[in-house]
Every structure is written in structure tokens, then in C-alpha cells.
């Protein structure tokens, strides 16, 4: 990790990852430059730990994807990263994303290219590992909210016939349960929605695909 601060000074400081180093421009610590970015780039969420998140998911694309086994599978669930990436952002920067994006992706950034794709759903997916560890261990289950959502089912999944599947989608609709409430609250507060993303059939095989990555790396453990 590189941990940096903007001078005035050419290079710019930019959060990113290059070659197996992430860089972190220590002043979106701050809340009033790192709201300014985020009005600036249209975002519904953008946090210090979710931009670090994003960050590790190029690392670990990198480690666990690039040039093993999982890559033609990558390649056919997120799209082919050789895509011309500095293309795909000018695209992305002079037309704006696809009107169908969230039929595809949690965030209209994850439609630019594979690679930011990866690094997205990367991040969610340790958004919800992390928050329903936590929920968890105070005792709040999804299950027990009442109310009208759909729930996903294993055939949603990347790999319904995955061992641990019927586990998957326990934990993904009380993510969508607690997510939903957690989203009335904050509104009853009168803050922005704890959870601004809607996760789609498409998303939820993305994130079980990295599951089923993590979980081998890991040597067959789960993180939740």
C-alpha cells in the first residue's frame, strides 16, 4: 500500500491499483472532499472502506483469476477484460453507461469494463460478508423481517448444484431483508439509503462466482 496526499504537484494522487500496489489518496478520509467526488461523479455511495474494497478487487483479480483455471469462466460471466480498458472508460466518460446497466451490474461504473466489474461486485460482496457477520453477531437475522420480497432461489446462483448453495441463498435474502429495512430507517432519519443498490439475478451469480473463488483459495472455508 502506498498511502498519499495531494500536492498541487504533478502526478496527480489517485486511489488505484497498479501491479500489485494500491495507492490511497489519504484525503478521501475527509467527508467534504470525498462528498465533493462523489456528486462530481454521479455516485449513490461512495465510502473510504468501499474505494479500498473496490482497490483490493483488482489485487485479487490478479491473484486468484488472471492466468488460472477461472479465467475462461470469468471471461464468460463479466465479459473479456482484453478490452481496450482507456477506450472503454473515454466510452463510459462521453456517452455514460448503458440504459440497461442494473439488468447486469451493481453500479453503472461496473458497466465500463470487465476489469471495474470485478472490482465492483469484489467489493460488495465483501460489504456483505462483512455487514451480516456483524448483524449476526447481535442476533439480527433477515428472516425474521416480515415483509413482501421476492426471494432468490439456487437456481439464481452462478452453480446451483455448488454444496453450500441452499447456505448462499440464505444469506443473500437476509441481506436483501435486513438491507431493505436498514434503507426505511435511514430514511426515517432523514440520511441517503445504507444500502443504494439493487442486486439483480445477474449480480447474484457474479458474487457467488467469487465465492466459490475465495472459498478455494481459502482451501474450501467460507468467509460467512
Not at 9 to 28: D, S
Not at 68 to 87: M, Q
Not at 135 to 150: N, S
Request: aromatic share 12%.
Amino acid at each position: 500500500f502506498d498511502f498519499l496526499r495531494a500536492t498541487g504537484q504533478k502526478p496527480r494522487v489517485l486511489t488505484g491499483h497498479a501491479n500489485g500496489l494500491i495507492t490511497l489518496n489519504i484525503e478521501e478520509a475527509d467527508d467534504s472532499i470525498r462528498e465533493k467526488a462523489r456528486k462530481e461523479m454521479h455516485e449513490p455511495y461512495r465510502t473510504l472502506l468501499g474505494h479500498l474494497r473496490h482497490e483490493i478487487g483488482h489485487y485479487y483479480w490478479d491473484r486468484l483469476v488472471s492466468d488460472t483455471p477461472w479465467l475462461e469462466k470469468y471471461r464468460e460471466l463479466f465479459g473479456d477484460e482484453r478490452e481496450d480498458y482507456s477506450a472503454a472508460l473515454k466510452r463510459n466518460y462521453e456517452q455514460g453507461p448503458p440504459a440497461n446497466w442494473a439488468q447486469n451490474h451493481i453500479s453503472s461504473y461496473a458497466s465500463i469494463h470487465p476489469w471495474e466489474d470485478w472490482a465492483e461486485c469484489w467489493a460488495h460482496y465483501l460489504h456483505v460478508v462483512d455487514s451480516l457477520d456483524t448483524a449476526l453477531r447481535f442476533g439480527l437475522r433477515g428472516e425474521d423481517v416480515e415483509q413482501a420480497v421476492e426471494p432468490f432461489t439456487v437456481n439464481d446462483l452462478y452453480d446451483p448444484k455448488a454444496p453450500d448453495a441452499e447456505h448462499v441463498i440464505l444469506l443473500i435474502n437476509s441481506w436483501v431483508q435486513l438491507t431493505t429495512v436498514l434503507n426505511e430507517l435511514a430514511r426515517s432519519m432523514g440520511h441517503q439509503d445504507f444500502y443504494p443498490f439493487v442486486m439483480s439475478r445477474t449480480v447474484l451469480r457474479k458474487l457467488h462466482f467469487i465465492q466459490m473463488i475465495v472459498k478455494e483459495a481459502r482451501g474450501g472455508t467460507r468467509l460467512l
